[in-house]
């Protein structure tokens, strides 16, 4: 399981970019990539952020049938406070904003809430404001809405202060989480929020980094994201902390379909392949809500993924697939 993608980008170099393209092409490449994650082992995934309802829409074919993908849970589009984030984003302003924008998200289809908290854009930022507007007040009026209506939010952050603020509110699960200290790994533990770290993120930042020449700036930012992150997770286990695996293929540079390449950086990071793969899959399925997934059991949906080597000696071996079923059916 897949906690964190983005089948609307493909990743890459400019993978925001790719968020803008036209909506045909980004509805097509979707199908596309959700596909590709299947054939890689991805049997069930959260799509945590799409422009233009790509995600629900995509979700409503796997169900059907239409096309070969994972079972999919979208969150729609993220929300994030005006003046910060994408612009393809739901912004809002103030709480009656905030709770309208989760509304819509609910009735557009959402399946669960995600929520970004970011620093001001550039030039964007009011005189004395706040750093991160996406306040601890406002994040707790977006998780008082998404539980009072039965949803589960999850929180982007990825630098220290929004890492500070999603790490004390009582989100479902923090994404990214590069800058967490140990106070905020124990708020985590406390408050039951899974962490997704998403390492494939600044793992593949800083292959494009030195593969097409980024500035020096961005070069940098890559290894502060890191070493944050490593000493994030590895705090994480330490203050038992619950991980899901997520890679956030194309809502970064790391590409679909790579999902090995998360379990080998979390087994880098000290955790053990077993813990790596209880990441990605029984404990990905209590986040996502798939009590009938995420294990082998008698009476389970039989989701399954055959491997021409065992994972617990070499978790690469996740690179190694025979076969996948979904719902015992053979699709690849």
């Keep these: 399981m897949d906690c964190h993608v983005h089948y609307s980008s493909p990743g890459g170099p400019d993978w925001i970019a790719r968020f803008s393209d036209p909506l045909p092409e980004i509805s097509i490449r979707a199908i596309e990539l959700a596909e590709a994650s299947l054939r890689s082992g991805v049997t069930t995934a959260r799509d945590v952020g799409a422009p233009q309802g790509v995600s629900i829409r995509l979700v409503h074919m796997a169900r059907a049938g239409e096309i070969k993908a994972p079972n999919i849970h979208a969150a729609g589009t993220w929300i994030a406070h005006r003046g910060t984030y994408v612009s393809f984003a739901r912004h809002f302003g103030e709480a009656n904003e905030l709770r309208d924008a989760i509304r819509m998200e609910i009735e557009a289809g959402a399946e669960l809430i995600k929520v970004a908290l970011s620093g001001w854009n550039e030039g964007a930022r009011p005189q004395d404001a706040a750093e991160i507007p996406f306040s601890e007040k406002l994040l707790s009026v977006a998780v008082e809405e998404a539980h009072m209506a039965g949803f589960k939010i999850a929180c982007h952050a990825n ?16 994404e990214h989480g590069m800058f967490l200290e140990q106070g905020d790994l124990e708020a985590m533990a406390n408050n039951k929020t899974f962490l997704v770290p998403t390492m494939s993120v600044w793992d593949a930042m800083l292959y494009y980094a030195h593969a097409v020449d980024w500035p020096e700036a961005r070069k940098k930012r890559a290894e502060d994201l890191r070493q944050g992150s490593r000493a994030a997770v590895i705090g994480a286990v330490r203050a038992g902390v619950q991980i899901a695996l997520g890679t956030d293929a194309g809502g970064g540079a790391a590409r ?71 719902g015992g059916r053979r699709v690849a």
């Excluded at 630098?159 to 989100?171: K, L, M, T």
């Excluded at 790579?258 to 990071?269: K, N, P």
């Excluded at 389970?300 to 079923?325: H, Q, Y």
């Design 256 to 326: 679909h379909g790579r999902i090995a390449r998360e379990a080998e950086l979390m087994v880098e990071c000290g955790l053990e392949p077993r813990d790596a793969l209880i990441a990605a899959t029984s404990s990905a399925s209590k986040l996502i809500g798939e009590d009938q997934r995420g294990t082998i059991e008698k009476g389970k949906i039989a989701d399954l993924v055959l491997l021409d080597a065992n994972p617990l000696e070499n978790v690469s071996a996740l690179r190694l697939i025979a076969a996948v079923f979904q």
């Design 159 to 174: 630098d220290p202060a929004s890492c500070r603020i999603a790490a004390h509110a009582g989100v479902d699960s923090l």
